[in-house]
């Protein structure tokens, strides 16, 4: 077995007496996919910010390539910071109004590496392209894209650091259907390129394509973990069963003869 | 005989002395009384736009009417005024709101929300004891502590169980739902589609579900229609296998039945925008089965009674 690349032991957060996450325990590999799923007030999107470096937990320990994240004051100190990249649910409010998807990556770009404009300039496109984006749109500002297209901009731009562990909060919630389904293939194609994909959602369907190992979070515990197949096929806990069969459509519609 | 019959709706909005800008065109569809239909498309397809036909509700968007025709058991809806559409609004045609955006009235209780609701559906009625009738329609216990409280004060799937109890209290014909379960979570949103076929089944209540997850839509209607840049390309029973490209393909990219691992498929581009609709068919430039007549002319209307469809090639379509 490999050693993971980010794992978390005992990590809980209180807001006063809320008890947000308790005792979570969870890993990843590099290369690996894993899920968090799990209902509004769960406490999967606290987990996933402690995960990120946004948010220091009250209790537990986070380690990163075997470092502790929040040690000395600081998350991700130093070159450990642009190993971990987070895409938010909404794409709009993500991205800057005033700019465009070409000079929002090309600043992340320039945050991240030192280089010319036009180096940046060059990356981004070359980014985008990568996202599906042509330079057309990439010169467009976000309200002239489509929801689709603005969340493969935002990731673009957390990619623009070269990650290795991309953390998505909710990122197929805002869009359409056929918007979801070119999202989830460039996260598949990331996770053939090495990326490592922590998905956070309430949509078990995205969860069960896209993660190879899924946790169910619920009132701040992970209360089910394993592999996504067999949870899936045979949920221990009543809370998992539950949402396993609230799922849509897993009848499937006849196709056409 | 159909509750709602639309003929050729063309809705747009009006912009002086220059040609209006179309936003649905030539839509149509029937609907039986008591049927679940659901109504599916990408954002700016214009299946709010329609809802909002049913509810006299276009003019707040500066939009109208331009032509066609809206039938609701025998009333005229498509030249209706505002006066009139008090009278249908809540007793004929009850509309439930998105979740997350036009929610209750923050700083009025339940309980007055409610008697607003009741009031205006049936003048004069009992309001405490409708009340507490709706409110068991809709599945919430203890009604009294419910009344008392404020919108904040409930879980996004009780304030929508509310909202439902408002739009039902006139005992409509006709429910427009639009997007009801959007942003909620998904055993909440199982809940909401049981509720909504239980009132279906208790009323008689005919109800048009809009929504951009096909496979919600396929569990829980009768039929689904679906739009495609302001146009109406497929009326589909549940359950029955699509025939319009667009639809297969929409079909073809659904998640939860798509094999981990395996890529999931795409419709190319995006659907074009309001304003610079191409001739023909408008799905012709993500088509893979496009033909050069498909390019041409108005959009091609839907063909068929059970099963329509307003692709020119459907023997093509697989």
């Known amino acids: ?257 | 005989m159909s509750l709602l019959t639309i003929e050729n709706l063309t809705i747009g909005i009006p912009r002086g002395s220059a040609a209006p800008l179309a936003i649905v065109e030539n839509a149509s569809l029937w609907l039986q009384p008591g049927e679940m239909l659901g109504l599916i498309g990408e954002s700016g397809s214009g299946k709010t736009m329609l809802c909002r036909s049913l509810i006299g509700t276009l003019r707040r968007r500066g939009a109208a009417i331009l032509s066609g025709r809206i039938t609701l058991a025998g009333t005229d809806l498509a030249h209706t005024d505002e006066r009139a559409w008090r009278d249908i609004r809540g007793r004929r045609v009850g509309y439930v709101p998105q979740s997350a955006l036009a929610g209750p009235n923050p700083v009025m209780t339940i309980g007055a929300q409610l008697r607003e609701a009741i009031l205006q559906g049936t003048p004069g009625a009992d309001v405490p004891a409708r009340a507490r009738e709706l409110l068991d329609l809709v599945q919430i216990r203890r009604p009294e502590l419910v009344l008392a409280q404020y919108p904040h004060q409930l879980s996004g799937g009780m304030r929508q169980r509310v909202m439902i109890a408002c739009a039902i209290a006139g005992t409509p014909e006709l429910l427009v739902a639009d997007e009801p379960t959007t942003g909620l979570d998904v055993t909440v949103q199982a809940g909401i589609m049981q509720l909504l076929r239980d009132i279906r089944a208790r009323l008689g209540t005919a109800i048009i579900l809009v929504s951009h997850d096909l496979a919600l839509v396929d569990d829980v209607c009768d039929r689904i229609l679906v739009m495609h840049a302001g146009a109406c390309v497929e009326a589909v029973p549940a359950h029955a296998a699509p025939r319009h490209p667009y639809t297969i393909a929409l079909n073809r990219s659904r998640i939860e039945l798509a094999e981990p691992g395996t890529p999931l498929v795409t419709i190319a581009g995006q659907p074009p925008s309001v304003g610079a609709w191409p001739p023909g068919c408008r799905f012709a430039a993500r088509c893979d089965i496009a033909q050069p007549d498909c390019r041409l002319g108005p959009h091609p209307p839907m063909r068929g009674e059970a099963h329509a469809n307003a692709c020119l090639h459907p023997e093509r379509a697989a």
């Open chain 1, 1 to 257: 077995m490999t050693a993971p690349l980010l794992s978390a032991r005992g990590v809980s957060m209180r807001f006063g007496r809320v008890a947000a996450v308790r005792d979570a325990a969870l890993s990843i590999e590099p290369g690996e996919s894993i899920g968090i799923v799990g209902e509004s007030g769960s406490g999967k999107s606290t987990l996933a910010r402690i995960l990120a470096g946004l948010q220091p937990p009250s209790e537990g320990e986070v380690l990163f390539r075997g470092q502790p994240v929040y040690a000395g004051g600081i998350a991700y100190p130093g070159p450990l910071r642009r190993q971990v990249q987070m895409v938010f649910q909404d794409p709009y409010g993500s991205l800057n109004p005033r700019m465009t998807a070409l000079a929002a990556v090309a600043e992340a770009c320039r945050f991240h590496e030192r280089c010319s404009a036009a180096e940046a300039t060059a990356r981004s496109l070359d980014l985008l392209a990568r996202m599906g984006i042509g330079p057309d749109d990439a010169r467009k500002k976000p309200r002239l894209l489509s929801g689709g297209q603005r969340q493969r901009a935002s990731v673009a731009r957390a990619l623009s650091a070269s990650p290795a562990l991309l953390i998505a909060d909710e990122p197929t919630s805002a869009i359409d259907q056929s918007a979801q389904a070119q999202l989830l293939n460039l996260f598949h194609g990331l996770l053939g390129q090495g990326l490592s994909i922590i998905l956070i959602s309430h949509d078990l369907a995205v969860v069960r394509y896209l993660a190879r190992r899924v946790h169910v979070m619920r009132d701040g515990e992970i209360v089910e973990a394993g592999e996504t197949a067999t949870v899936f096929e045979h949920p221990q806990h009543p809370y998992t069963q539950a949402l396993i069969a609230s799922i849509p459509g897993r009848k499937p519609k006849e196709t056409a003869p």
